[in-house]
């Protein structure tokens, strides 16, 4: 009974990703990523110490000064010092994105044209069948005002019927009507031959 056998389903196409398709774009969002975590962590410790510093009534006594009165440091002074640097740190990293945006930008275009080389194949396909099931629908709308003339070449009032035209197509009698013209665009671009 191997008639009755169901066959396995067809699996989905898929479109690959950018990263799938370049190991250089792959990267690139991965280094992105990294940075955008440490600038999040970053951002987040510079506010924790903002707020311990805006909490922190100490008088506040420079290191340089403390050290010299053989005293340590002070919570307040090492938290300031620390927030400039993050600040310092932030900047870096708001500039290193600016570098990697570009970058990423170069590597999207590349990744873009490898994608596009191997799912030709597919578009092609589905360009061409839909330019075949535009055809079918070029001829019922022919079809379909035939019909409609001959009604009201022969003075039948129709209206009863509810006209149907399908007004978004154009006329079915003009050469430059919406269907040929893509199927025309279609053809010229090389996806469709019948």
Not at 80 to 101: F, G, T, Y
């Amino acid at each position: 009974m191997a008639f009755l056998k169901k066959s396995a389903p067809a699996q989905a196409f898929r479109v690959p990703t950018l990263a799938d398709a370049s190991p250089e774009y792959a990267a690139l969002i991965e280094k992105q990523a990294a940075i955008q975590a440490e600038q999040t962590t970053l951002a987040a410790e510079r506010r924790e110490l903002e707020k311990q510093i805006a909490a922190d009534t100490a008088p506040e006594v420079r290191p340089a000064i403390a050290e010299l009165l053989g005293d340590a440091p002070g919570t307040k002074a090492l938290n300031r010092k620390r927030v400039a640097e993050i600040v310092a740190r932030e900047r870096d990293i708001a500039a290193a994105l600016d570098v990697l945006r570009g970058r990423i930008g170069e590597a999207r275009t590349k990744a873009s044209r490898l994608v596009c080389e191997q799912i030709k194949p597919e578009y092609a396909r589905r360009v061409a069948a839909m330019c075949k099931a535009m055809e079918g629908l070029d001829a019922a709308h022919r079809d379909y005002d035939r019909l409609r003339h001959d009604l009201e070449a022969e003075d039948v009032a129709w209206l009863s019927l509810i006209p149907m035209a399908p007004q978004f197509l154009g006329a079915s009698h003009e050469p430059g009507r919406r269907i040929m013209t893509y199927i025309d665009e279609a053809r010229k671009a090389g996806y469709y031959n019948a």
